[in-house]
């Protein structure tokens, strides 16, 4: 593998790494705090990456750009109250990734406000390697949690959605997200990259639109050199990404 990839696939995991344990941890803690105790005992309380991470999820990861960890398992008939519990750990997943962008983004303003420059030429630094991890960690944990709302098998909001429906839907709705869920997820995904890899255009990537609004969300509390900060590691480094 050129060093070139290699350099780049060593820029993306920590952030990709730890966003997705902390994602899965998210889960684990709040199905404990509603009395299931399966992924305690399962030894998925941790924020020791091994155990979250999935081999193909990390592959992908790295090469996608799409990656995925382990699921947590839940036993929902052990949520306490069964509703709220189910919504609360659906969403304390995401909930983590928001913390996370959150806290990306006040890392970018305290580089600012100590007036730390990123070189644009010459050896890589560490002040450019933080902010582009910062940069990269704040879309990314954006994405994660918009993408992982989408009410499709097996994201998180199709777990909230089926809490959120009139008793006698959620039968029918999840009869169908076990059906095609996942099909129509995969083909919002998939669709448009293999028509790219074959030479055709499709005229619309439907999750490409909506990571491009996610991407431009990322970028409104930015403001000042906070923003120049963003914009010059993505200069500096984004050329290393391996895809």
């Given at each position: 593998?050129?060093?070139?990839?290699?350099?780049?696939?060593?820029?993306?995991?920590?952030?990709?790494?730890?966003?997705?344990?902390?994602?899965?941890?998210?889960?684990?803690?709040?199905?404990?705090?509603?009395?299931?105790?399966?992924?305690?005992?399962?030894?998925?309380?941790?924020?020791?990456?091994?155990?979250?991470?999935?081999?193909?999820?990390?592959?992908?990861?790295?090469?996608?750009?799409?990656?995925?960890?382990?699921?947590?398992?839940?036993?929902?008939?052990?949520?306490?109250?069964?509703?709220?519990?189910?919504?609360?750990?659906?969403?304390?997943?995401?909930?983590?990734?928001?913390?996370?962008?959150?806290?990306?983004?006040?890392?970018?303003y305290m580089m600012s406000i100590a007036g730390l420059r990123i070189e644009p030429e010459g050896d890589p630094?560490?002040?450019?390697?933080?902010?582009?991890?910062?940069?990269?960690?704040?879309?990314?944990?954006?994405?994660?949690?918009?993408?992982?709302?989408?009410?499709?098998?097996?994201?998180?909001?199709?777990?909230?959605?089926?809490?959120?429906?009139?008793?006698?839907?959620?039968?029918?709705?999840?009869?169908?997200?076990?059906?095609?869920?996942?099909?129509?997820?995969?083909?919002?995904?998939?669709?448009?990259?293999?028509?790219?890899?074959?030479?055709?255009?499709?005229?619309?990537?439907p999750v490409g639109t909506y990571f491009g609004y996610v991407q431009r969300l990322a970028l409104l509390p930015?403001?000042?050199?906070?923003?120049?900060?963003?914009?010059?590691?993505w200069i500096r480094y984004g050329p290393y990404l391996p895809w």
């Amino acid at each position: 593998m050129p060093t070139h990839a290699l350099y780049g696939i060593a820029l993306i995991a920590l952030p990709f790494v730890m966003s997705l344990t902390v994602h899965e941890w998210g889960h684990a803690r709040a199905a404990l705090a509603f009395g299931d105790k399966t992924a305690l005992i399962q030894g998925r309380l941790s924020l020791n990456p091994l155990v979250h991470l999935d081999l193909m999820g990390t592959v992908m990861m790295l090469f996608g750009p799409i990656g995925w960890a382990k699921p947590v398992p839940v036993d929902f008939s052990r949520l306490k109250p069964a509703r709220i519990g189910d919504i609360c750990v659906s969403l304390a997943g995401v909930g983590m990734n928001l913390l996370v962008a959150i806290g990306c983004l006040a890392g970018l303003y305290m580089m600012s406000i100590a007036g730390l420059r990123i070189e644009p030429e010459g050896d890589p630094t560490a002040v450019g390697i933080v902010a582009f991890w910062l940069s990269f960690g704040l879309i990314l944990n954006l994405s994660l949690l918009f993408f992982n709302i989408i009410p499709l098998f097996p994201l998180d909001g199709h777990h909230v959605l089926r809490e959120l429906l009139p008793w006698q839907y959620r039968g029918p709705y999840m009869d169908w997200q076990m059906r095609v869920g996942r099909l129509v997820l995969w083909g919002l995904i998939g669709l448009p990259w293999l028509a790219h890899l074959v030479g055709l255009r499709l005229g619309f990537n439907p999750v490409g639109t909506y990571f491009g609004y996610v991407q431009r969300l990322a970028l409104l509390p930015l403001r000042g050199h906070a923003l120049e900060m963003f914009f010059d590691s993505w200069i500096r480094y984004g050329p290393y990404l391996p895809w």
